[in-house]
T-cell receptor, first 116, second 111 residues
């Protein structure tokens, strides 16, 4: 398996522009997670899906952020309009939920976002 | 107060030293404890996974969980320069798949 695939790997944009990050989870995994990582705040969970349905979006910082998962093999995280404080590395991860336990999360390589 | 506290370091030790990394937590519902390793400009990858209290050993790595003290540790024996990375602890409760991560400790092993 190719692992979790994210695109683009790097994104530089200007304040106010729309940014769309993409993720392809590992085939067969039923959970998908979006994280943001910064030096100051560490790795923060933004939202996660189970079987394409959003389960917990309490980590989404504000209405400028939205995420979708139209099918089991694709998810997007959109920021509109983007602001300099959104600059961070955004990771997508997927896992296979087990009965009772917590599944191992497999992370993608991340998208490094810089908003000027 | 954060649910999971981890000293961000940085921590620098000579090659061959024993390294001890630690996290404390406040949520008594956590039962699943993990250590992820993250190399520079890469995504985190699972290193160790333990359930409830006790020890788990895998080669040079040992994970310890003390639920009574809400304290977990990762020990690295005979540390190597290739162990230089950021180590993140992560915890989860049964029934929910989400994890809460620590801040991460940046570790450098000097040859």
């Amino acid at each position: 398996d190719a692992g979790v695939i994210q695109s683009p790997r790097h994104e530089v944009t200007e304040m106010g522009q729309e940014v769309t990050l993409r993720c392809k989870p590992i085939s067969g995994h039923d959970y998908l997670f979006w994280y943001r990582q910064t030096m100051m705040r560490g790795l923060e969970l933004l939202i996660y899906f189970n079987n394409n349905v959003p389960i917990d979006d309490s980590g989404m910082p504000e209405d400028r952020f939205s995420a979708k998962m139209p099918n089991a093999s694709f998810s997007t995280l959109k920021i509109q309009p983007s602001e300099p404080r959104d600059s961070a590395v955004y990771f997508c991860a997927s896992s296979l939920g087990g009965s009772g336990g917590v599944g191992t999360q497999y992370f993608g390589p991340g998208t490094r976002l810089l908003v000027l | 107060q954060k649910e999971v506290e981890q000293d961000p370091g940085p921590l620098s030790v000579p090659e061959g030293a024993i390294v001890s990394l630690n996290c404390t937590y406040s949520n008594s519902a956590f039962q699943y404890f993990m250590w992820y390793r993250q190399y520079s400009r890469k995504g985190p990858e699972l290193l160790m996974y333990t359930y409830s209290s006790g020890n788990k050993e895998d080669g040079r790595f040992t994970a310890q969980v003390d639920k009574s003290s809400k304290y977990i540790s990762l020990f690295i024996r005979d540390s190597q320069p290739s162990d230089s990375a950021t180590y993140l602890c992560a915890m989860g409760a049964g029934g929910a798949q989400k994890l809460v991560f620590g801040q991460g400790t940046r570790l450098t092993i000097n040859p």
